[in-house]
């Protein structure tokens, strides 16, 4: 998705819920496009800061959570962290790592994906669930750390 095509998605959901696609939205979700997996509040900050103050940053998440842009991941050491939402970013997974923190998305293969969608779909439908999607996150550690 182009970066036109992203400004377009998301002025269209926040007009959906009301709410402005100010500058500092913008600022945002560029950077969360930009990025190569999910960022904390502190990491965004050190990237936008000269154009977004820390307490805007943080009213941008909330806002842009409940319109359903931006997804939380409550990750390692109590850090959340955000990315944008499947819809924009398309399906993916994580590595987390247990040492330092970093998230990196993943894309697994088309074999992988359907085997582990039929995992899924198998675990649900044996406690009577109607499972919608699923998010796979590894955990270890990164190439820096091991």
């Known amino acids: 998705m182009t970066g036109r095509e992203l400004d377009g998605e998301v002025s269209q959901?926040?007009?959906?819920?009301?709410?402005?696609?100010?500058?500092g939205r913008?600022?945002?979700v560029t950077a969360l496009a930009?990025?190569?997996?999910?960022?904390s509040p502190a990491e965004?900050?050190?990237?936008?800061a000269s154009a977004v103050p820390l307490s805007?940053?943080?009213?941008?998440?909330?806002?842009?959570?409940?319109a359903g842009i931006v997804v939380p991941h409550?990750?390692?050491k109590g850090v959340t962290r955000y990315e944008l939402a499947e819809?924009?970013?398309g399906h993916h997974h994580h590595l987390i790592c247990l040492?330092?923190?970093?998230?990196?998305?993943?894309?697994?293969?088309?074999?992988?994906?359907?085997?582990?969608?039929?995992?899924?779909?198998?675990?649900?439908?044996?406690?009577?669930?109607?499972e919608v999607n699923h998010v796979l996150e590894i955990e270890g550690r990164c190439a820096k750390c091991a």
């Open 74 to 76: 409550f990750g390692a």
């Open 87 to 89: 819809w924009l970013r």
């Open 34 to 39: 930009r990025s190569e997996g999910p960022k």
């Open 13 to 23: 959901r926040l007009a959906d819920h009301e709410v402005r696609y100010t500058s």
């Open 99 to 130: 040492n330092c923190g970093s998230v990196e998305d993943i894309a697994i293969s088309q074999t992988h994906e359907a085997k582990l969608a039929e995992l899924v779909k198998d675990i649900g439908a044996a406690a009577s669930f109607a």
């Open 26 to 28: 913008r600022v945002v």
């Open 56 to 66: 805007s940053l943080y009213r941008s998440l909330a806002v842009l959570e409940n």
């Open 44 to 48: 965004l900050h050190a990237e936008v």
